[in-house]
């Protein structure tokens, strides 16, 4: 017994090693650039929604909670944002946002009229529990039409992101993280974000490519040093296309997981139909501050986490402008 538990540590603990190249510029629609995450991808996707609102369509969020819940505080961040949201006002974070708004640090907020916004909660997530969901809610309502956002609650899930077939069972929270569910998260947020979309296809490996992340920021940052990017055949024959960021969670990085989120969320089958390139950015551990890679969404960069000069926020922000051939 004790040697499968060490072949299963191996197993995902041991990061995938490929030939990595630069990340390239295709022929994208930039009215239609969207991001979605789960957990603290989730809070994270929240944070570019609205700092780069100019950019963003739309987002949406598994398992996440408000804009700027953790206000800089690790604990407030396991505490309050996670599981006893009373302490909550959502007037504090609409505040804040205004604020930062009102000095150029993120963009007008104006700009989150036009987005769509999904948000999935499930009564048994005992993570991240459903009223972190209702703080998000309550903030972007403020700023997005109501007949623009989709609340997800009818699945009884455990933390993580529901597959239709692939991961954990349904309602067992760990590793990897993605709950076989027969149900298509993937395809949920990418209908809400686009709409009108063709039916799931196939995903094809050899469109999903990994790309070097040390030319736009540092390991201290903290980057991995690749991620992937999933280019569907007509986008790499210079096809007009879409532009979608998933961001995975705690402990679904190379380091816990390999591609594992990359290749079995569910994105790419919809991306490979619907010429919808999707971007995987992966974040990395560091030290006692982030030991599980998360995204952060609680301040372990520094105070201006949640802003354009956030490390992680504007290093995403690069990644997307080279995507899209603007920089």
């Not at 952060?296 to 922000?317: C, E, H, R």
């Amino acid at each position: 017994m004790k040697n499968i538990w060490v072949l299963f540590l191996l197993v995902v603990t041991t990061p995938q090693i490929q030939a990595a190249e630069n990340l390239k510029s295709y022929n994208i629609d930039q009215s239609a650039i969207t991001i979605s995450g789960v957990s603290s991808g989730a809070f994270m996707a929240n944070q570019m929604s609205v700092a780069y609102s100019q950019t963003f369509s739309g987002s949406a969020s598994v398992a996440g909670g408000i804009y700027w819940c953790a206000q800089g505080k690790s604990d407030k961040a396991q505490g309050e944002c996670m599981n006893s949201t009373g302490n909550i006002h959502p007037e504090v974070q609409i505040a804040e946002a205004q604020r930062l708004a009102s000095t150029g640090e993120i963009d007008p907020l104006a700009n989150l009229s036009r987005q769509r916004l999904y948000v999935f909660a499930s009564a048994k997530d005992s993570v991240i529990k459903p009223p972190a969901s209702d703080k998000l809610l309550e903030f972007e309502k403020k700023f997005i039409p109501e007949n623009q956002i989709k609340y997800q609650t009818s699945l009884q899930s455990a933390h993580g992101f529901p597959t239709l077939n692939y991961g954990a069972s349904c309602t067992f929270g760990f590793l990897p993280w993605l709950l076989k569910c027969n149900f298509d998260t993937a395809g949920e947020i990418l209908d809400t974000m686009y709409g009108n979309l063709h039916e799931r296809g196939a995903m094809n490996e050899k469109n999903l490519f990994l790309f070097n992340q040390g030319e736009f920021g540092p390991v201290s940052t903290p980057l991995f040093a690749t991620a992937w990017i999933y280019v569907p055949t007509s986008c790499q024959n210079g096809d007009r296309c879409k532009l979608h960021i998933a961001l995975h969670g705690c402990q679904m990085n190379p380091d816990f997981i390999q591609d594992q989120f990359v290749k079995n969320a569910g994105y790419n089958e919809w991306a490979e139909s619907n010429n919808i390139i999707v971007l995987y950015p992966q974040s990395a551990k560091l030290g006692q501050n982030n030991p599980y890679a998360c995204w952060d969404w609680f301040g372990f960069t520094g105070p201006n986490y949640v802003t354009k000069s956030g490390a992680q926020m504007k290093i995403l922000k690069a990644m997307i402008d080279r995507v899209i051939g603007s920089k």
